[in-house]
């Protein structure tokens, strides 16, 4: 079982030591994102009207925007490596930052138990969703939608009956929620006002790169990815292995949704509906491969990089910002060509 990320990022020996080299580097997954994070960072750089892009203001901006997509995106790149999919982690956000509101607002709980509370729910959640994949052999992709339409419906019903509107409010006037902010929802690099999610982004990174590269758990999820059956044969925990990937996604969508709901004050039932694609989206930008076996943290961080600069890149470029989802669509439809590309080429290079 040593299917790590190295496994699937380098080749076999070759006898000229610059085709190795350029074999091992067409073989990294974040290649692709790399290159287009850059191209996409120079023409924002060039079109900005504002004179911000570029600067530490600018980039504190778009890491805002990236850090809660990136939070997310991270371990849904881990499961798409083992070859599944949460399509119920955008309603999360919402389905969270609603439940810690609900308790403090409605229930009179301090902030940091209702924090822990709905930790453990969104773990029950993942929980849940990974069970059933495995009991039912159904795909991931089916579980997980009818998750997302149960979670949308509960947030609606359970929130406006609750408090007879679609939003809680006032969660700044409960205790705890001043040491809670400091933690999930505060500033650092005063006069640049960089977001402390961004921290929470980097160090997801940070951990998830580390477990995919150094330990057997990384492996697990590569060699699952890559043919479920034999790596079952071979011993590895495939159910256990799924179903903690399944916990991991959903507890980081419940992250970010404490995140907004202390950063706003406030959360709507809609909130987070719409954004596992964004998700997917970086992921897949980031070297993912739909079919599992093949990708990176680093690169579903990048994608979500891709993705913060975009939506900021066109605000400061002066365009019609109706026309962000348009570039997204476009950015996902050029990587999945530039990944096929770069796969291939490494299987060329690799015979």
Known sequence: MEGSHDRHCSTGRRAAGPNLSDTRLLRRPELGALLGAIVIYIMFAVF???GNFATITGTARWTDVAATVGIVAVPVALLMIAGEFDLSAGVMIGTSGLLAGLLTTEYNLSMWPAILITLAFAAGIGLINGWLVMLTGLPSFIVTLAMFFSLRGLNLGVTKGLTDTV???????????????KIFASTFWNPYDFRISVAWWI???IVATTV???TRFGNWIYA????????????????????????????????????SLLRLRSMQAGQGVGEEFTFIIAAVVGGCLLTGGFGSAIGASIGASIIGMAFIGIAYAGWNTDWSWLFLGVILFIAVLVNTFIGRRARGAKK
């Open 48 to 50: 900005d009207t504002t």
């Open 167 to 181: 939003r809680v409010a006032g969660v700044d006037q409960v205790p705890g929620y001043d040491s809670a902010a």
């Open 203 to 205: 160090a997801v990174t």
């Open 212 to 214: 995919l590269t150094q």
């Open 224 to 259: 699952i990815g890559g043919d479920m059956n034999a790596a079952r044969n071979t011993g590895v925990p495939v159910r256990r292995a799924k179903i903690s990937l399944f916990v991991l996604t959903s507890m980081s969508a419940a992250l970010v949704g404490i995140m």
